[in-house]
């Protein structure tokens, strides 16, 4: 799979605002009252435990926006799995530059690479079937599309980004419609042509109700996988499935192999651990 990495003027905003919150009014103190202004170093980033690495040119950008003259010099891909102690990437260049970006660059490193290895251990857990493995909206604030990056470099798939690019009715949007019929009636007379509508359904009867009238997809919440079976054969092709609650890497091959499309989970944004990656002299 092809990963386009995110175009800076994405990118920049974030990692400003991370660099500004650490340095606040009076910058670097520690780096500042140790280091020499004309010292320079060699460090290398390496993983500390297994995974899939993401946010690569975010770390460089981190050093590159404290000192041009740093240079991070990367020896894998975003999307790469990695072993303990494997080196991931080499920087050089002004000391104080480095040990002041190194917090901001190993944060956004370690946690976005955190998300792509929960990410390809679902992946790794559903091989052999025709499920993709896709993230929600449970994402941090002000990092949803470092995030969904992550999981694309963990080998999943996004959801929709936001509430603008696609209609998705949940179960309080039916409660105020009244039905899954009234809801996509009112969601088809009010978007435009290109606007995908998916709905959540509990139950086979709601499932019916919204294949009658016909939908883009369809999401099948907290379905055991012999009543996910059931609705994927009823749906027939007819919409996407989408199977959502409770997944885990344990779970996810009983899920996938009832036929559904999708495994949407959201604790592989707001729940994934950190992986631990460090950044040593050399």
């Known amino acids: ?16 605002a991370t660099l500004l919150e650490d340095l606040g009014l009076a910058g670097d103190v520690t780096s500042a009252a140790v280091i020499p202004a004309d010292h320079r170093s ?3 980033m390496a993983a500390r435990k297994p995974g899939v690495i ?12 404290i000192d041009p003259a740093i240079t991070m010099t990367m ?13 991931i990437a080499t920087i050089e260049g002004p000391s104080r530059g480095l040990l002041t970006g190194e917090r901001t660059a190993l944060n956004f490193l370690g946690h ?19 499920a993709a493995v896709v993230c929600t909206r449970k994402t941090t604030p002000g990092l949803r599309a470092f995030e969904k990056y992550a999981v694309r470099a963990g080998g999943g798939m996004n959801h929709r980004f936001a509430l603008y690019d696609a209609v998705l009715i949940k179960d309080n949007h039916i409660a105020v419609a ?12 009010n978007v435009g042509h290109m606007v995908k509508i998916e709905v959540e359904v509990d139950t086979l009867d709601q499932l019916a109700e919204a294949m009658e009238i016909g939908v883009d997809a369809v999401l099948l919440d907290n379905m055991s996988p012999a009543l996910l079976l ?7 092709g007819r919409a996407i499935t989408e199977a959502s609650g409770g997944i885990t890497p344990e779970t996810a091959a009983a899920i996938a192999a009832s036929g559904v499309d999708l495994l949407s989970i959201g604790w ?9 990656i460090g950044l040593d002299e050399t």
Do not use: N, W, Y
């Open 1 to 16: 799979m092809f990963l386009s990495p995110l175009p800076r003027v994405i990118v920049e905003p974030a990692v400003r």
């Open 42 to 44: 060699r460090f290398v």
């Open 54 to 65: 993401a946010g690569l040119d975010i770390a460089k950008l981190a050093f590159e926006l």
């Open 75 to 87: 020896h894998i891909a975003d999307g790469a799995r990695v072993a303990p102690g494997e080196i």
């Open 112 to 130: 976005l690479s955190g998300i792509a290895t929960v990410t390809a251990d679902i992946v790794d857990a559903v091989a052999g079937t025709k």
């Open 178 to 189: 009244g039905s899954v019929a009234e809801a996509i009636r009112r969601a088809k007379a």
């Open 230 to 236: 059931q609705a994927v054969e009823f749906v027939a």
């Open 268 to 276: 592989i944004t707001h729940s994934a651990p950190c992986l631990d």
